[in-house]
C-alpha cells in the first residue's frame, strides 16, 4: 500500500511538473506571439505609408510632366514669336535706311533746284536792268516756281528723314522686344527641361518607395503568420499543460480517497483495504500510463 501511495504520489507530481512546464513554455509562445504581432502592426504601418509616399510621388511625377510639356510649349511659342520679331526688326531697319537714302536724294534735288532758281532769279534782274521788261518779268515767275519747287523736295526730305528716324527707333525696340521674347522662351525652355529632371527623380523615388511598401507589407503578412502560428502553439501548449495539471490533481484526489477508505474499523477495514489496494494498484497503473503519456507528450512538444 504505501508503494502504491507513492508510485502515485511521483506519478501526480510528474503530471504537474510536465503540466507546468507545458503552461509556461505555452505562455513564452504567446508572449513571442504579441511580440509578433506588435512588429506586424509596425511593418503594415510603415509599408502603407512607404506605398502611399510612393503613390503620392508618382501622381507629382505626372504632374510635373505635364508642368513640364505647357512649359515647353510656351517655350517654343515665345522663341518664335521672338524670331518672328527680330525678323520685323531687321526689315524696319532696311526700310529705315531706304528713307534715310530717299531723303539724302531728295535734299540733293531740293539745293539743286533753289541753286537753278536763284540763277534765273538774278538773270531776271539783269535782263530788266537791260530794259527788257517782259523777258524779266518771265524769267522772275520761272525763279519764283523752282524755288517753290526746291523747298517742297527739302520738305519732302525733312519728312523722309524724320521718317528714317522713327523706323530706325522702332527697329531698336522691336529687336529689343525680339530678343527679350526669346529669351524667355529659352527660359521657358530650361524649366521645361529642369522639370521633366524633377519628374524623373519623383518617379524612381516613388517606385523606389512603392518596392519598399509592398515588401514591408509582404513581411508583415509573413510576421502575422509567424504570430498566428506561435499563438496557436502557445494556446495549445498551455491547454495540454493545463490537461496535464488536471491529471496530476486527479491522480492527488484519487490518493487522498483511497487514504481515507483505509482508516475504517475491523473486518471491514481490511476488506475495503484489500478493495482499496486492489483498485489503488489500478489507479497507481492507469497514473502510471498517465505519467507516461504526459512525458511523452512532453517530448513530442518540445521536438515540435
Do not use: C, H
Not at 511521483?10 to 513554455?25: L, S
Amino acid at each position: 500500500m504505501p508503494t502504491q501511495r507513492r508510485q502515485s504520489k511521483q506519478v501526480a507530481d510528474a503530471a504537474r511538473a510536465v503540466g507546468a512546464e507545458d503552461v509556461a513554455a505555452g505562455e513564452e509562445l504567446i508572449g513571442a506571439a504579441g511580440d509578433a504581432a506588435r512588429a506586424t502592426v509596425g511593418l503594415a504601418a510603415l509599408g502603407a505609408a512607404d506605398v502611399t509616399r510612393g503613390t503620392d510621388e508618382m501622381a507629382a511625377a505626372v504632374a510635373l510632366s505635364d508642368l513640364s510639356t505647357i512649359a515647353e510649349a510656351r517655350g517654343i511659342r515665345d522663341a518664335a514669336e521672338g524670331a518672328a520679331i527680330v525678323d520685323v526688326a531687321e526689315e524696319a531697319e532696311a526700310l529705315g535706311s531706304l528713307v534715310a537714302a530717299v531723303s539724302a536724294d531728295n535734299l540733293e534735288r531740293g539745293m539743286y533746284i533753289a541753286g537753278l532758281g536763284g540763277q534765273i532769279g538774278v538773270a531776271s534782274d539783269v535782263v530788266e536792268l537791260m530794259g527788257m521788261p517782259v523777258l524779266a518779268a518771265f524769267l522772275d515767275t520761272k525763279s519764283l516756281q523752282l524755288r517753290g519747287l526746291a523747298v517742297n523736295e527739302i520738305a519732302r526730305a525733312m519728312a523722309a528723314a524724320a521718317l528714317a528716324s522713327g523706323m530706325e527707333s522702332m527697329s531698336s525696340r522691336l529687336a529689343a522686344l525680339g530678343l527679350n521674347e526669346m529669351a524667355e522662351g529659352l527660359s521657358a525652355l530650361s524649366n521645361a527641361d529642369a522639370l521633366l529632371d524633377a519628374r524623373d527623380d519623383a518617379a524612381a523615388e516613388g517606385i523606389r518607395n512603392a518596392a519598399a511598401g509592398v515588401v514591408e507589407l509582404s513581411a508583415a503578412e509573413a510576421e502575422a503568420s509567424a504570430a498566428r502560428q506561435l499563438a496557436g502553439a502557445g494556446v495549445g501548449m498551455v491547454a495540454e499543460g493545463a490537461a496535464e495539471v488536471g491529471i496530476g490533481a486527479g491522480l492527488d484526489a484519487g490518493a487522498a480517497k483511497r487514504r481515507s477508505s483505509t482508516r475504517g474499523g475491523g473486518s471491514g477495514r481490511a476488506a475495503s483495504g484489500g478493495k482499496a489496494g486492489s483498485g489503488g494498484k489500478a489507479s497507481s497503473n492507469g497514473g502510471a500510463a498517465t505519467g507516461n503519456g504526459a512525458a511523452t507528450a512532453k517530448r513530442s512538444t518540445r521536438g515540435r
